[in-house]
């Protein structure tokens, strides 16, 4: 008995230790795109939705192979008459039934192709969906980084005015400052804690989109592993505006998707044109049966009622009710849709270059800019804030000078994500999604 709780508690402590693990789980930005492919709902959808298209398609292919079937009825037949001879009369038919279309336009044949076509389509779905899904947890996971030093430079910020606080409660004590100066300086302070506030917020908000697209269950925590970022990978270099969009168009999914969509819109024009060819199927059956009544029933009687027969049917269309031609023609106009769509997804994708690109190269200037603009808010609120403490500078300088350094420690902070975010996202529209 001892032994057994023993071994109790000793599972009861491992898995606490184990569920202690998965809460403090860090998530690198690789680890939230690996488990969001592998679990994102809607992506599974999409996969099933491609698996289903490979069944259509062996659908496709088996309706060109030969059909066989196998019938049989029992029947059971009263007659009341008393001038019947046999008043109960059983009966039974059985059947073997065969076919295969041997020309119908090649309609089939084509159905086969554009239903492969359409596996290859609904595979680029699948693809541009992860795409999709990439941007989504790359966006969300540097907006929480970005949230995450926000805090910490809210944080120092704090910790300043409430060291300046503390220093300006020692000089009113001495009657270096008045009343107003140490109001003031309080007052900063107590707005930069509520700033940290904020941030904190924001970082929560972050963390629980970030959550919400990973597909976590609520009492999940979310602790991001805060990657080194140099100032290279902020102001790399990029490639030609016009190279970058030759690759994505040879790398996105959507655009390949487009293209096939054009394709197989051209074999429905194909498929509709094959109804106003003749078809030609072949039939063939064996078949018996037998009738208790029948004064030649006997053992033999499936033997002589045993017969077999082979057919070929020839369809010749005439008049269709417009059926055909009505066809061909609404065939014709989806291959124009699809070409039209081919080049709005061309266009959309080039908005979406030109747009990351701009962003990138705005963001890398305004990153240095800023850099240039902390230095010497750096400088210019240490200086106030030493002048402050021997009674050269009054409490609104010194007080604008840390709102000027915080401001250009927040622009520096925006652009330096928003550079990667954008150069991140010209990675995926090249092809890049190495995880």
Not at 291 to 303: A, E, P
Not at 390 to 404: D, P, S, Y
Request: charged share 20%.
């Amino acid at each position: 008995m001892k032994q057994t709780l023993w071994i109790g508690c000793l599972c009861l402590l491992s898995w606490q230790f184990v569920s202690a693990q998965d809460s403090t789980k860090i998530w690198t930005l690789p680890m939230c795109l690996n488990h969001a492919l592998e679990n994102n709902i809607q992506l599974r959808q999409n996969r099933n939705e491609y698996l289903s298209g490979l069944e259509d398609t062996e659908q496709a292919k088996a309706a060109l192979l030969p059909s066989l079937s196998a019938s049989t009825s029992q029947g059971y037949t009263n007659y009341p008459s008393s001038h019947a001879v046999d008043q109960d009369s059983y009966t039974g038919t059985y059947g073997i039934n065969a076919g295969i279309t041997l020309f119908e336009g090649g309609k089939l044949r084509t159905a086969v192709k554009q239903q492969t076509l359409q596996n290859r389509i609904n595979a680029l779905s699948v693809a541009e969906n992860e795409n999709d899904i990439r941007i989504a947890i790359i966006e969300a996971y540097l907006q929480a980084l970005y949230a995450s030093e926000a805090v910490d430079v809210a944080i120092g910020t704090a910790n300043v005015s409430k060291a300046q606080r503390d220093r300006a409660e020692e000089m009113w004590k001495a009657g270096s400052i008045g009343k107003v100066d140490l109001a003031q300086l309080e007052s900063q302070y107590a707005s930069d804690q509520y700033q940290v506030v904020t941030a904190q917020t924001t970082l929560d908000d972050y963390k629980l989109q970030l959550k919400q697209l990973l597909e976590l269950d609520i009492t999940d925590e979310m602790n991001l592993a805060a990657p080194e970022q140099s100032e290279e990978d902020v102001l790399q270099l990029l490639p030609a505006k016009t190279t970058i969009y030759a690759r994505s168009l040879d790398a996105m999914p959507e655009i390949k998707r487009g293209a096939l969509e054009v394709e197989a819109a051209e074999l429905g024009v194909k498929q509709a044109r094959a109804g106003f060819f003749p078809s030609v199927s072949l039939s063939a059956s064996l078949g018996t049966g037998h009738m208790s009544g029948s004064q030649s029933f006997s053992g033999s009687q499936v033997w002589n009622r045993f017969n077999e027969n082979v057919g070929l049917t020839l369809s010749i269309p005439i008049f269709s009710n417009r059926q055909n031609k009505t066809a061909v023609n609404k065939a014709r106009i989806t291959v124009s849709n699809n070409q039209l769509e081919q080049q709005n997804l061309e266009k959309e994708l080039l908005r979406k270059v030109e747009s990351a690109y701009l962003n990138a190269i705005s963001s890398q200037s305004q990153y240095k800019a800023a850099q240039e603009k902390e230095r010497y808010a750096q400088q210019s609120f240490d200086l106030t804030s030493e002048q402050f403490r021997v009674g050269m500078k009054n409490t609104v300088e010194l007080i604008t000078a840390q709102n000027e350094l915080s401001t250009a420690q927040q622009e520096k902070l925006q652009a330096k994500y928003m550079a990667l975010l954008n150069i991140e996202l010209l990675d995926i529209y090249q092809g890049n999604t190495n995880e």
